[in-house]
């Protein structure tokens, strides 16, 4: 099983331009999750999905959309980017809370992502 | 709403040595999380504590919840190198969202 794979590893933007960042999961979850990380700050939730055709903000959801038209895809969409969105992202998936129990989350390797 | 805070923030310290780092939260959450991540990696799980008094332990890692006190620890047995990444914690929040603390930077010196 290859677990949480995300895709690209790095991407260079300049201010304006617009990307689609991939994230896919072999582990049959039905919760996915997209974080971002700052330097000295731990993760932020900027938004998620509990299944299939369902997505709901996060804590910091402005300038992002994203899709989850198969179960095991989100995508994590900048419309228009800014040097503010310059970041680590991180794709992560779990099992539903009541199910696992320990709703432990999965995470990717990330995509350092840079807006000139 | 749920805030996490760990500290230190930062811990440089000697192979061999103990030490603790501290997450507190700041209203009920059932259920604290603890992470690593080493640099430029991912994260990975380390523990989940899911009552009052749990006690988990792995190598020279030990973590405890204290849910009265809303705190949690995590304890470094005699330090190695190779304990040296970043420590989240994580609390779980009524939304069943997880708020993240910033982090504890550990480097362990030989």
């Known amino acids: 099983n290859a677990g949480v794979t995300q895709t690209p590893k790095f991407r260079v933007l300049k201010t304006g331009q617009s990307m689609t960042l991939l994230c896919a999961q072999d582990?049959?979850?039905?919760?996915m999750y997209w974080y971002r990380q700052d330097p000295g700050m731990g993760l932020r939730l900027i938004h998620y999905?509990?299944?299939?055709?369902?997505?709901a903000k996060g804590e910091v959801p402005d300038g992002y959309n994203v899709s989850r038209l198969k179960k095991q895809n989100f995508l994590l969409g900048l419309e228009s980017a800014a040097p503010s969105q310059t970041s680590v992202y991180f794709c992560?998936?779990?099992?539903?809370?009541?199910?696992?129990?320990?709703?432990?989350?999965?995470f990717g390797p990330g995509t350092r992502l840079t807006v000139t | 709403e749920l805030k996490v805070e760990q500290n230190p923030l930062f811990l440089s310290m000697q192979e061999g040595k103990n030490y603790t780092i501290y997450c507190n939260y700041s209203?009920?959450?059932?259920?604290l999380y603890w992470y690593r991540q080493d640099p430029g990696k991912s994260l990975e799980s380390l523990f989940v504590l899911l009552s009052n008094g749990a006690v988990k332990q792995e190598g020279r890692l030990m973590a405890s919840l204290d849910t009265k006190a809303r705190l949690s620890t995590l304890h470094i047995t005699a330090a190695v190198h190779d304990l040296s990444a970043t420590y989240f914690c994580a609390g779980a929040d009524s939304n069943y969202q997880l708020i993240w603390g910033a982090g504890t930077k550990l480097i362990i010196k030989p």
């Open positions: 999905s509990v299944g299939e055709g369902t997505t």
């Open positions: 582990m049959n979850h039905e919760y």
């Open positions: 992560a998936s779990s099992y539903p809370w009541l199910v696992s129990g320990t709703y432990e989350q999965y």
């Open positions: 209203t009920t959450s059932d259920r």
